[in-house]
């Protein structure tokens, strides 16, 4: 990629990013909105067990149960360890 076109696609991603962060201003956050009901703030407890322990619990779920559920023939499962050749006649 010559100087040319990095310049351009450089020029081009620092514009596209400068008009978002023009467009979405964060002041329109402090202006409630007609039926807002904002409830409580989550704890540092209740949103990391909820964003971060929650999805791992989650994933472990589903792999312990295909593992467990797990049917298919021993000839179509994938091997770890290759299978041993035949020595080779001379």
């Given at each position: 990629?010559?100087?040319?076109?990095?310049?351009?696609?450089?020029?081009?991603a620092?514009?596209?990013?400068?008009?978002?962060?023009?467009?979405?201003?964060?002041?329109?956050?402090?202006?409630?909105?007609?039926?807002?009901?904002?409830?409580?703030?989550?704890?540092?407890?209740?949103?990391?067990?909820?964003?971060?322990?929650?999805?791992?619990?989650?994933?472990?779920?589903?792999?312990?149960?295909?593992?467990?559920?797990?049917?298919?023939?021993?000839?179509?499962?994938?091997?770890?360890?290759?299978?041993?050749?035949?020595?080779?006649?001379?």
């Amino acid at each position: 990629m010559d100087k040319k076109n990095a310049l351009r696609a450089g020029a081009l991603a620092a514009g596209t990013t400068l008009m978002m962060l023009l467009m979405s201003s964060p002041a329109l956050a402090l202006t409630r909105d007609d039926g807002d009901d904002p409830g409580s703030g989550l704890s540092v407890m209740e949103t990391l067990g909820l964003y971060v322990v929650a999805p791992i619990a989650l994933f472990a779920v589903i792999t312990g149960l295909v593992m467990v559920l797990d049917r298919s023939a021993e000839a179509h499962r994938v091997r770890t360890k290759p299978k041993v050749k035949a020595p080779a006649k001379a």
